[in-house]
């Protein structure tokens, strides 16, 4: 982290500014390290004169989750991109952005986060929720298929079958949460 910091005032003094296609699931995913992050703000303006940006924060609260979770910043960054790549394809799915204000989003995007961070792991859920899902909600089922082969396919990694009904489960709450609130307008 501290080489990282080093290279962002190197790179704000020479006007070079690098962007953060991630920088909004960084703050989603990892909000606590992302608030940890901020700080550094007042920090470097005070001290250096120097101006970071969300981006820099972005990239800072990577390396903060990496250190507490003992893990590559690389795989933070995965993850994230997993998440953010896997939002959309549900989002295409379903026909329609999912509001990232709701609760379903939130538990939704946790979920997938913990998903991806298994899958790279090694680890198995224990409930195989999969005929359940599959007969009673076909198609989040059909839609949860999908986004497992692309997780596999981004993370280079084999998740294990049980994910897709615990993804169904949670793609089902976001398309009905969605459907609920177009009933109530």
Known sequence: MADHIEYAIKRIREHEQISNPLTEDIRALFHMEYKVAKQIIPILK????????EDE???IALHIHSA???EKVSQAMQVA??????????EREIGRPIDVMSLAYNRLMNHIRYMAARAMKGEK???NMNDY?????PNAFRI???VCSQVERNLKCKLYEVEIGYLAMHIERVADEELDEKETD
Request: hydrophobic letters at 45%; one cysteine or more.
């Open 133 to 137: 899902m599959g007969i009673k909600f």
């Open 46 to 53: 005070e001290r250096m004169g120097i101006q970071i940006d």
């Open 81 to 90: 991109q997993a998440v953010r790549e896997c939002i959309s394809q549900i």
């Open 125 to 127: 859920l224990k409930v």
């Open 144 to 146: 949860a298929e999908k």
């Open 57 to 59: 924060v972005g990239y």
């Open 68 to 70: 507490i979770e003992d």
